[in-house]
């Protein structure tokens, strides 16, 4: 690993950013200090040229005009996509995911064109997922809070990223698209404090060898909390 540190792009905070998806950074950005490894967040705003350097580039979710505008914004400005060229680490979330895919179809019915990283394609379903959702995932059952209309469609070039035990996700019975070093999720919460082990897949990913155990008992308890409170949602 290099001893430079690490640069967390946060991408369009003012325009994807829901649900304190944002969070995403300032967990990633911890573990990796924990672990004695520099890590500095970089917040590339709307307007900003997008740079193409960074290691890892952090999409949260938004309303579906704020998606559109973003959608827009990191088509005129490639430094994402040059960067996923060259395999830097992406993480979406929930417009995120839509944004990152091929093409994504808002509510009132228009096509806008995605940024092509992952093989997924979106268009509204017949109503709002809202509510807890657990996926079994290769980094373990993946916990989150969702709220979307769209639902997703995973091609051949992607993966799903896992299998929904409660709650809508892709609206398939699954969760999330992964290609590469490309990995996306309808989960909020923030997803990364709410599953370590994903932050530390990804962590693997940017440092090149998966990182040592990092025991914190209170977020083991928040995930006990929430897996039970998903759970109680699927009684009702
Ligand atoms: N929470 C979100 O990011 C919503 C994404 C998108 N606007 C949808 O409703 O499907």
């Not at 979330?93 to 179809?105: D, Y």
């Not at 993966?159 to 929904?164: K, N, T």
Request: a neutral charge.
């Amino acid at each position: 690993m290099a001893e430079s540190a690490v640069r967390i792009g946060l991408v369009l905070p003012d325009v994807l950013g829901t649900y304190g998806d944002s969070g995403n950074a300032v967990v990633l950005r911890q573990r990796l200090r924990w672990r004695g490894v520099p890590a500095d967040v970089v917040a590339i705003h709307y307007g900003d040229p997008v740079p193409d350097c960074l290691d890892v580039y952090l999409l949260g979710g938004g309303e579906d005009e704020a998606q559109a505008l973003a959608a827009g914004h990191l088509r005129e400005h490639p430094g994402l996509r040059r960067a996923a060229a060259r395999g830097a680490v992406v993480f979406g979330v929930c417009a995120g995911l839509q944004v990152l895919g091929t093409s994504f179809v808002s509510g009132d019915g228009k096509r806008h064109e995605g940024l092509g990283l992952l093989d997924v394609d979106t268009a509204p379903g017949r109503r709002r997922a809202v509510g807890e959702i657990v996926a079994d995932s290769g980094a373990g059952p993946l916990t989150g809070f969702e709220n979307h209309l769209g639902v997703t469609t995973v091609g051949p070039g992607s993966s799903p990223l896992g299998r929904v035990r409660t709650g809508t996700g892709n609206g398939d019975g699954t969760d999330g698209a992964v290609t590469g070093h490309v990995l996306a999720t309808y989960l909020h919460g923030p997803a990364l404090a709410r599953n370590p082990a994903l932050a530390d897949l990804l962590i693997g990913w940017v440092t090149g060898s998966p990182p040592p155990d990092l025991p914190l008992p209170e977020v083991d308890e928040l995930r006990r909390e929430r897996l039970r409170a998903a759970r109680r949602g699927a009684r009702r």
